[in-house]
């Protein structure tokens, strides 16, 4: 592997820069779930996925559907009477005396033929509009029902083992939707014809049909341990192609190019995104020679078989066995069952490997719908007047230490409450679980007395306003980042009163479309606004929901000194109607806190004015003096 760029090799006594960390997942999410399973485990999901898929199809389309079916009956009795009646033409045209007898007595025949044939051919046009029209239906509800999990998860889901991949791998299920039905309809097409023409092999001689069966099924068999050989080399590959689909969306995001660019991060974010790729495209290749070996034995065996079917039905024609006509119609029906049982396996065999990708989203599906907020129906007064936690303790998954340990306080309608404290200590998990977007492992945090693991978690946040740290730059109206799709009257008023709280009305009306123009910079007709200026937004979009309880986490971070000012002042001015939390490093602005509260380790170390702890010699008036002495 090389690296081109200049500042990876222009000295070769500097070390190499590291290769992407190999991912081994451990645990039962990494184990691949047919690693055990056997054939008839296997072949035992094609029943399952075709109910899957008629069940799907029929939610979004039931016209398409029935389309469908009257289509696969349409086609398999068009089969039928094309084979019977070729028998019965044949038998008028190998015969005895003159031609123009021989073909008059074939002429009907042969017009039943013509028709069935056309209609055949009907019945494939109607099935492939039906396909193309439920397709892109089946596959939107299958992505937006995706998106929908994952957003209505538990926020504690995140940090699980296993979520991100499990989603990733869930990705792949929804894009393999698109050839869902296309699969599934030809399935059930060359069923429907090989039940057709293998009724009338067996009628002309019951030995065909076994015969032929046995030259089809090694391929079947082939085909699907092919396919099973593909998701294996998928399951090794979903923690590789996560990352690396992370790395590609960070390294060709605008937002993050001047960083990208900056520090000298091109030629190693290629490497890395080569290295990836090649580790991907290595397990790929590697599958290769064992998917050869597959098929060359498969078709070999199948060959072999298939030698035998027709030197039987040589056999049966010489020997007089059958007729002369019925062995003419018997090398139409061999081959249309042939080619039936062919489309069946092949089509069976992609099912199958629709399924084995379709079983991981409908897996991700339950197990977000496992973790999606089920803790009561309790409501929440519109207006609370106190919240307060009870011994409170949280730990995140996968680690040993508590971010919130055994914290207990109060808060009262018309109070700002500043907490503070050094990275890691337990700010912004105190703040999720105030909000309910956490629950507590141990204690309580009730809301005028409700318990928030026995409340309706919309009634929660239904009455919250919050500003994270990593607030959501959204690609919507500049209207929309204002009121998050929540307008609360018909006319833009109380839009630009948010506005104005946060000083964002003349950078608003200096978009090209004012509350119309598009926040994003990417996109045709959009704009971008500075740091500042999108932390702005995001506080009065909380400003704009007028909830009972506003949480703001380092609000102010990338703001100038005048724009901060104004927040804290509109902050000040709303504080009566509500209860205020402010997360800050900032500590001058905690002057206009009612109340202060420093955090260490996940506990609260410190309580009181600002007054009151710039004297009490503790951590804050630590911090203080260290703010002043930069």
Same mark, same amino acid.
């Given at each position: 592997?090389?690296?081109?760029?200049?500042? &990876?090799?222009?000295?070769?006594?500097?070390?190499?820069?590291?290769?992407?960390?190999?991912?081994?997942?451990?645990?039962?999410?990494?184990?691949?779930?047919?690693?055990?399973?056997?054939?008839?485990?296997?072949?035992? *999901?094609?029943?399952? %996925?075709? /109910?899957?898929? +008629?069940?799907?199809?029929?939610?979004?389309?039931?016209?398409?559907?029935?389309?469908?079916?009257?289509?696969?009956?349409?086609?398999?009795?068009a089969?039928?009477?094309?084979?019977?009646?070729?028998?019965?033409?044949?038998?008028?045209?190998?015969?005895?005396?003159?031609?123009?007898?021989?073909?008059?007595?074939?002429?009907?025949?042969? +017009?039943?033929?013509?028709?069935?044939a056309?209609?055949?051919?009907?019945?494939?046009?109607?099935?492939?509009?039906?396909?193309?029209?439920?397709?892109?239906?089946?596959?939107?509800?299958?992505?937006?029902?995706?998106?929908?999990?994952?957003?209505?998860?538990?926020?504690?889901?995140?940090?699980?083992?296993?979520?991100?991949?499990?989603? $990733?791998?869930?990705?792949?299920?929804?894009?393999?939707?698109?050839?869902?039905?296309?699969?599934?309809?030809?399935?059930?097409?060359?069923?429907? *014809?090989?039940?057709?023409?293998?009724?009338?092999?067996?009628?002309?001689?019951?030995?065909?049909?076994?015969?032929?069966?046995?030259?089809?099924?090694?391929?079947?068999?082939?085909?699907?341990?092919?396919?099973? %050989?593909?998701?294996?080399?998928?399951?090794?590959?979903?923690?590789?192609?996560?990352?690396?689909?992370?790395?590609?969306?960070?390294?060709?995001?605008?937002r993050?190019?001047?960083?990208?660019?900056?520090?000298? !991060?091109?030629?190693?974010?290629?490497?890395?995104?080569?290295?990836?790729? $090649?580790r991907?495209?290595?397990?790929?290749?590697?599958?290769?020679?064992?998917?050869?070996?597959?098929?060359?034995s498969?078709?070999?065996?199948?060959?072999?078989?298939?030698?035998?079917?027709?030197?039987?039905?040589?056999?049966?024609?010489?020997?007089?066995?059958?007729?002369?006509?019925?062995?003419?119609?018997?090398?139409?029906?061999?081959?249309?069952?042939? +080619?039936?049982?062919?489309?069946?396996?092949?089509?069976?065999?992609a099912?199958?490997?629709?399924?084995l990708?379709?079983?991981?989203?409908?897996?991700?599906?339950?197990?977000?719908?496992?973790?999606?907020?089920?803790?009561?129906?309790?409501?929440?007064?519109?207006?609370?007047?106190?919240?307060?936690?009870?011994?409170? +303790?949280?730990?995140?998954?996968? /680690?040993?230490?508590?971010?919130?340990?055994?914290?207990s306080?109060?808060?009262?309608?018309?109070?700002?409450?500043?907490?503070?404290?050094?990275?890691?200590?337990?700010?912004?998990?105190?703040?999720k679980?105030?909000?309910?977007?956490?629950?507590?492992?141990k204690?309580?945090?009730l809301?005028?007395?409700?318990?928030?693991?026995?409340?309706?978690?919309?009634?929660?946040?239904? *009455?919250?306003?919050?500003?994270?740290?990593?607030?959501?730059?959204?690609?919507?109206r500049?209207?929309?980042?204002?009121? &998050?799709?929540?307008?609360?009257?018909?006319?833009?008023? &109380?839009?630009?009163?948010? %506005?104005d709280?946060?000083?964002?009305?003349?950078?608003?009306?200096?978009?090209?479309?004012?509350?119309?123009?598009?926040?994003?910079?990417?996109?045709?007709?959009?704009?971008?606004?500075?740091?500042?200026?999108?932390?702005?937004?995001?506080?009065?979009?909380?400003?704009?929901?007028?909830?009972?309880?506003?949480?703001?986490d380092?609000?102010?971070?990338? !703001?100038?000194?005048?724009?901060?000012?104004?927040?804290?002042?509109e902050?000040?001015?709303?504080?009566?109607?509500?209860?205020?939390?402010?997360?800050?490093?900032?500590?001058?602005?905690?002057?206009?806190?009612?109340?202060?509260?420093? !955090?260490?380790?996940?506990?609260?170390?410190?309580?009181?004015?600002?007054?009151? &702890?710039?004297?009490?010699?503790?951590?804050?008036?630590?911090?203080?003096?260290?703010?002043?002495?930069?």
């Amino acid at each position: 592997m090389t690296v081109t760029d200049d500042a &990876l090799t222009a000295h070769s006594d500097t070390p190499p820069p590291p290769p992407p960390a190999v991912l081994d997942f451990q645990g039962k999410h990494g184990e691949n779930p047919l690693a055990e399973a056997g054939f008839r485990t296997m072949c035992g *999901r094609l029943p399952a %996925v075709l /109910k899957h898929t +008629v069940r799907l199809a029929w939610a979004v389309d039931r016209t398409a559907v029935l389309i469908l079916l009257l289509c696969q009956l349409l086609t398999g009795a068009a089969a039928a009477l094309t084979l019977a009646f070729t028998a019965r033409a044949m038998t008028y045209l190998l015969a005895t005396g003159p031609v123009s007898e021989r073909l008059h007595g074939a002429l009907p025949a042969l +017009v039943v033929v013509t028709a069935a044939a056309g209609a055949g051919r009907l019945g494939m046009a109607l099935a492939s509009y039906a396909e193309r029209r439920v397709t892109p239906l089946l596959m939107t509800e299958a992505d937006v029902a995706l998106v929908a999990a994952v957003c209505r998860v538990e926020v504690a889901a995140y940090g699980e083992d296993g979520f991100a991949d499990r989603q $990733e791998a869930a990705e792949v299920g929804v894009t393999r939707t698109t050839t869902l039905v296309n699969d599934a309809q030809r399935f059930a097409a060359a069923g429907v *014809r090989m039940v057709a023409a293998g009724g009338v092999i067996t009628v002309l001689h019951w030995a065909m049909l076994p015969a032929l069966l046995l030259a089809v099924l090694p391929a079947g068999l082939g085909a699907i341990l092919r396919a099973r %050989v593909d998701y294996e080399t998928h399951y090794l590959n979903v923690g590789d192609r996560n990352v690396r689909g992370m790395t590609r969306w960070w390294a060709t995001s605008a937002r993050y190019g001047d960083e990208v660019r900056a520090n000298g !991060m091109t030629g190693y974010i290629l490497y890395w995104y080569r290295a990836l790729s $090649e580790r991907i495209d290595e397990r790929t290749l590697t599958a290769a020679p064992r998917q050869l070996r597959i098929d060359v034995s498969t078709s070999a065996v199948s060959g072999v078989f298939l030698t035998g079917t027709w030197a039987l039905l040589a056999w049966l024609a010489t020997t007089g066995a059958v007729p002369l006509p019925v062995a003419a119609t018997a090398v139409l029906a061999v081959q249309t069952t042939l +080619v039936a049982l062919s489309q069946l396996v092949i089509q069976g065999a992609a099912l199958f490997h629709i399924s084995l990708y379709l079983a991981d989203m409908r897996a991700f599906l339950d197990m977000a719908g496992a973790r999606a907020p089920k803790r009561g129906e309790l409501t929440i007064p519109e207006q609370v007047d106190e919240i307060r936690l009870d011994e409170v +303790v949280y730990r995140y998954p996968g /680690k040993e230490q508590p971010a919130v340990n055994g914290i207990s306080l109060s808060l009262r309608r018309g109070e700002i409450l500043a907490v503070v404290g050094e990275n890691g200590s337990g700010k912004s998990t105190l703040t999720k679980l105030i909000t309910g977007l956490l629950l507590a492992d141990k204690g309580r945090v009730l809301w005028d007395g409700t318990d928030l693991a026995q409340a309706d978690a919309e009634a929660v946040w239904k *009455r919250t306003a919050l500003v994270p740290q990593n607030f959501a730059t959204w690609p919507l109206r500049a209207r929309e980042n204002i009121t &998050l799709g929540q307008p609360k009257s018909w006319d833009d008023e &109380l839009v630009w009163k948010a %506005v104005d709280a946060v000083g964002m009305r003349e950078a608003v009306e200096e978009l090209p479309n004012r509350l119309d123009t598009l926040l994003a910079r990417e996109l045709f007709g959009g704009a971008e606004l500075s740091g500042g200026q999108w932390q702005r937004l995001a506080c009065g979009r909380a400003l704009y929901r007028r909830t009972p309880l506003l949480i703001l986490d380092e609000p102010t971070s990338q !703001m100038d000194a005048r724009g901060e000012h104004q927040i804290f002042l509109e902050i000040k001015r709303l504080a009566a109607d509500c209860m205020t939390i402010v997360v800050t490093h900032q500590l001058e602005n905690t002057r206009l806190a009612d109340r202060i509260i420093v !955090m260490e380790h996940g506990r609260v170390t410190e309580d009181g004015t600002y007054d009151d &702890l710039i004297h009490a010699g503790g951590l804050f008036a630590e911090l203080v003096a260290l703010a002043q002495d930069r």
